[in-house]
C-alpha cells in the first residue's frame, strides 16, 4: 500500500513540476513584455501622410546598462550656471515661409520650430513664439505676409518653459503688449533655468488645467500635461475650412524631461517617464472626447509639416485636407504612451 502511495506521490509531484514548467514558460520576459509595447507603437507610427517615425526612433529606443542604473536613483543637481546665446545663424539655416493652413490658422515657423497664428474676430492668438532672432522674421513677416496685423496678437501660449518656446515671446510682449501665458510650474522653470535672463519674457498669465482662453468667436481648451517640463500645455484649437469644422491638437512637448537648463524637473529619470506616460494617457482621452482630428506638432520635422504644407498646394476642390485625420491624432499619443510603457518595463527590471 505504501509503494502505492508513494507511486501516486510521486506522480502528484511531477505533475506540478510540469505545470510550474508550463506557467513559467507562458511568462512573458521583462524584453517580451517591452517589446510587446514597442510593437504597439510601431505598429501606430506610419501611415501614408502621417509620420511619426522620428518620435518613435527616439522614445522607443532601448536605454544602455548606465541609464537603466541610474533611472531610479536620484543624482547630484545639474549646475545651474548663466548660458551664453550661440551666434545666430544665417537667415536661410532657419527660415521657412509662411503659410496658410486653414480660413483661421497659419504656420509661421522655422525649419526647427514652429509657431501658430490663430485668428479670431477680435485678434489673434499665438501658439509658441519660436527663438528671438527667428520672431521677428518667422512671425512678424509671415502675419504681415496675409496681410494680418502684428499689433492684433492679444495671446501667446507657450507650451512649455524651453528656449526654442519662448525667446520670441519677449518681443511679442514689449512690442505688441501681447499677453503671455504659461503654467505656473513653468513659469517657475523659466525662471530659475539657467537661460539668457534678458531673452526671458516677464511673467504674465498663468494657465490652468482645462482652462478656457477666449477671444472673440474663439475658445482654445489649454490641458496641463507634465512631463516634458513641470508645467507642459497641450492646446485644442478650433479650426474652420470653408464649410467644415474640425479640432486641431498641439501635444506640448515630444519627450520625458528629467532635467535641463540647469533644473532638475522630478526626482528620478523613472519619475519624469512616468508622469509624461500618465499625462499622454489622459490627453488621449481628453483629445478624443473634443474630436480632435488634426494633429499640428511643435517642431516641423515630428511629423513632415512641410510636406503637408506643399500638399496644401495641389490640393483640389473636395480634395480632404492634407493635415485632417483623427486617427492620426490618437495613433501620435499612442507612440508616445506605448515607448513609455516600454522604458518603464526596462526600467523597473533593475
Keep these: 500500500m505504501k509503494r502505492y502511495v508513494l507511486i501516486a506521490l510521486c506522480g502528484v509531484m ?5 505545470m510550474a514548467t508550463e506557467v513559467t514558460a507562458q511568462i512573458p520576459s521583462i524584453e517580451e513584455m517591452a517589446q510587446l509595447h514597442v510593437a504597439r ?18 522614445l522607443c529606443r532601448n536605454p544602455s546598462p548606465a541609464q537603466l542604473a541610474a533611472s531610479a ?26 503659410a496658410k493652413i486653414f480660413d483661421n490658422l497659419y504656420f509661421l515657423g522655422s525649419v526647427n520650430d514652429s509657431a501658430w497664428a490663430v485668428t479670431t474676430s ?40 524651453h528656449g526654442d518656446r519662448y525667446f520670441g515671446a519677449k518681443h511679442l510682449q514689449e512690442t505688441y503688449g501681447a499677453r503671455v501665458i504659461l503654467s505656473a510650474a513653468d513659469w517657475v522653470t523659466v525662471a530659475d533655468s539657467n537661460e539668457p535672463d534678458e531673452l526671458k519674457p516677464r511673467k504674465d498669465m498663468v494657465a490652468t488645467d482645462g482652462m478656457k482662453l477666449t477671444l472673440g468667436d474663439t475658445t482654445l481648451t489649454l490641458t ?27 501635444w506640448g512637448g515630444n519627450a520625458f524631461g528629467y532635467e535641463r537648463y540647469g533644473l532638475r524637473y522630478f526626482p528620478t ?12 494617457r ?3 482621452e481628453i483629445s478624443k472626447a473634443a474630436g480632435a482630428d488634426t494633429y499640428l506638432s511643435i517642431h516641423p520635422h515630428h511629423d513632415l509639416t512641410p510636406a503637408k504644407i506643399n500638399a496644401l498646394r495641389f490640393r483640389m476642390p ?22 513609455m510603457e516600454a522604458q518603464l518595463t526596462w526600467r523597473e527590471s533593475q
Design 73 to 98: 536613483q536620484p543624482t547630484a543637481s545639474p549646475v545651474n550656471q548663466p548660458a551664453s546665446r550661440n551666434t545666430v545663424p544665417p537667415r536661410e539655416e532657419w527660415h521657412l515661409e509662411p
Design 14 to 18: 511531477l505533475l506540478a513540476a510540469s
Design 122 to 161: 477680435e485678434g489673434i492668438i499665438i501658439v509658441d513664439s519660436t527663438v528671438e532672432f527667428a520672431v521677428e522674421g518667422q512671425i512678424v513677416e509671415g502675419l504681415r505676409t496675409f496681410g494680418l496685423d502684428p499689433a492684433d496678437i492679444r495671446y501667446v501660449v507657450l507650451s512649455h518653459a
Design 318 to 339: 473636395g480634395d480632404p485636407h492634407p493635415f485632417v485625420n483623427a486617427d492620426a491624432v490618437q495613433n501620435h499619443l499612442t507612440v508616445s504612451t506605448e515607448c
Design 282 to 284: 489622459r490627453y488621449m
Design 41 to 58: 507603437a510601431r505598429a501606430a507610427a506610419y501611415e501614408p501622410g502621417f509620420y511619426f517615425t522620428y518620435i518613435f526612433d527616439g
Design 224 to 250: 496641463l500635461t507634465p512631463g516634458h517640463t513641470p508645467g507642459t500645455i497641450s492646446t485644442l484649437i478650433p479650426l474652420k475650412d470653408g464649410n467644415e469644422t474640425h479640432v486641431g491638437s498641439i
Design 269 to 280: 529619470e523613472a519619475d519624469s517617464i512616468r508622469t509624461w506616460r500618465n499625462s499622454s
